[in-house]
């Protein structure tokens, strides 16, 4: 068996054009276009980097980019009072705040000012409720991404056996929420579960979001199975004074045994941004009292 690969760069490109093409009528039935406000504290690398992307996609498709980056040494006070502000925004719809924080800010505190409504990462406490209960609400990113690569790839995800490796309040804890609202039988495993790969074993649907690289080797994994890999792991290269990404599944090996799988780089991590601007998008329509747009 040699396993189909997902492409999620492709499915994230037309989630992008869908959220773009949808911006139009949200213009004219409120005069103004979808705004995502997205906040940088302090210039580490990689965030800055990604904030970039983000806003550089926010711009093509369509929608206002409001960044607002901020010295290293700014107060949670100051922050705090920023977000207030961005809260009162209305030409503002959605709000990120670009994780991790610098020491002196209290991420928690942060996350529970945002208005849950323009929460676009879906980390607020009532939409992690919200979630649970299965009443509408912004949901995390990464997870949200996973799910519809999931149902791209297997329809109806009804009566599957998944189990979710990871319980960050990011990944885990939400996707085996949404699992659970698409009638799967749901097992969340981590680091410290015993038999792990006998608990892998058994899963239709294997989503790996635990950090580690190439921890779930090809033998752990049910033959057919759909292979969700959320990991970003640098590791050394096969040239030496290079690196290379590699995700929490072992690829190689487990080409041979599942019937799916997402490759790292190129599956899950261009959904991220994709659903952020959809999560935008939603929230834009929420707040202008319009039904959400189809497709998204």
């Known amino acids: 068996m040699t396993a189909a690969i997902i492409d999620g760069k492709a499915f994230a490109e037309g989630l992008r054009q869908r959220v773009a093409d949808a911006v139009p009528a949200f213009r004219a039935a409120t005069g103004r276009a979808p705004g995502l406000a997205v906040v940088l504290v302090g210039e580490d690398p990689a965030s800055s980097v990604y ?27 100051d922050l705090l009072a920023l977000i207030a502000k961005l809260n009162a925004d209305p030409l503002v719809d959605g709000i990120l705040v670009q994780l991790p924080l610098p020491r ?3 991420e928690a505190a942060v996350i529970a000012a945002i208005d849950p409504d323009k929460d676009v990462d879906g980390f607020h406490v009532i939409n992690a409720g919200r979630l649970a209960t299965g009443a ?7 997870p949200l991404g996973c799910l519809m690569l999931l149902k791209d790839q297997l329809g109806d995800l009804s009566g599957k056996d998944a189990v979710v490796i990871g319980r960050s309040n990011i990944v885990g804890k939400p996707m085996a929420q949404l699992l659970l609202g698409e009638s799967c039988t749901v097992t969340i495993a981590h680091s410290r579960t015993h038999n792990l790969s006998q608990v892998v074993h058994r899963a239709d649907i294997v989503v790996a979001a635990v950090g580690r690289p190439e921890m779930v080797k090809g033998s752990w994994l049910k033959e057919g199975a759909v292979v969700i890999d959320v990991g970003i792991n640098r590791v050394p290269g096969d040239q030496e004074g290079k690196t290379k990404l590699v995700g929490d599944v072992d690829f190689d090996e487990a080409m041979g045994h599942v019937g799916a799988i997402t490759p790292v780089p190129g ?30």
């Open 51 to 77: 904030v970039r992307s983000k806003g550089k996609a926010t711009k093509a498709s369509g929608m206002e980019s409001f960044e607002h980056k901020l010295p290293v040494d700014t107060t949670q006070d």
């Open 104 to 106: 002196q800010i209290d």
């Open 267 to 296: 599956g899950v991590g261009p959904m991220t941004i994709a659903c952020l601007l959809r999560n935008t998008m939603v929230a834009a329509h929420m707040r202008a009292g319009l039904p959400a747009p189809e497709g998204l």
């Open 136 to 142: 509408t609400g912004l949901v995390p990113c990464t």
